[in-house]
């Protein structure tokens, strides 16, 4: 079993930035590939970003693409999500997720084994 936190969610101004953690203490996520996703108030669980798959690309939605970066630091055990020009429809409850998912289940809630419980991004001018 591993156990998931994820911090750095709060209240930020259209525009501005955000970065995001996701450790697992006590566990190595060096095996796992580790994925963001988002959920809004009504709308279902999506897809933002993974950091790398198999030590290949990098892979984000296009709704993000170009404004958000997945990192890891491995020494750390932590994944992490920068958010950039933050938009209010990036608002949500941000979920980081590991696994081993195959390259057609990547972006799937399906792919995941393991989850965090979300921490709550809000984006307003």
């Known amino acids: 079993q591993v156990h998931l936190e994820e911090s750095g969610g709060k209240w930020v101004q259209t525009g501005g930035s955000l970065r995001l953690s996701c450790a697992a203490p006590?566990?190595?996520?060096?095996?796992?590939?580790v994925s963001w996703f988002r959920q809004a108030p009504g709308q279902e669980r999506e897809f933002v970003g993974t950091g790398t798959w198999r030590g290949r690309n990098i892979y984000y939605s296009d709704s993000v693409k170009g404004r958000f970066t997945v990192s890891r630091d491995n020494a750390q055990n932590t994944v992490y999500l920068q958010m950039n020009n933050l938009k209010p429809d990036d608002t949500a409850v941000y979920f980081c997720?590991?696994?081993?998912?195959?390259?057609?289940?990547?972006?799937?809630?399906?792919?995941?084994?393991?989850w965090g419980q979300g921490t709550q991004v809000t984006v307003s001018s």
């Open positions: 997720a590991a696994g081993n998912p195959i390259l057609s289940s990547l972006r799937t809630i399906a792919g995941y084994r393991y």
């Open positions: 006590g566990n190595s996520l060096n095996s796992y590939t």
